[in-house]
């Protein structure tokens, strides 16, 4: 969830408006995430800052192959 530093849910930590502040749901099977949050929009130094690079990196040092 959207949350202030502190880890407090408020209205003005929500930047797109979402019920609850919510930022991503995982299945109840864990095999699928999704996320409001777009990490791939900063993941690659040639075309802005690399912030989302830790998280698309935690995501495929957990995929497992079919």
Do not use: K
């Amino acid at each position: 969830r959207y949350s202030t530093p502190d880890g407090e849910i408020t209205n003005g930590a929500n930047p797109n408006g979402s019920t609850d502040n919510v930022a991503g749901i995982l299945g109840d099977t864990e095999n699928v995430a999704v996320l409001m949050p777009h990490p791939e929009r900063v993941a690659l130094a040639d075309i802005g800052p690399t912030d989302g690079r830790g998280i698309l990196a935690g995501f495929g040092a957990t995929t497992v192959a079919p």
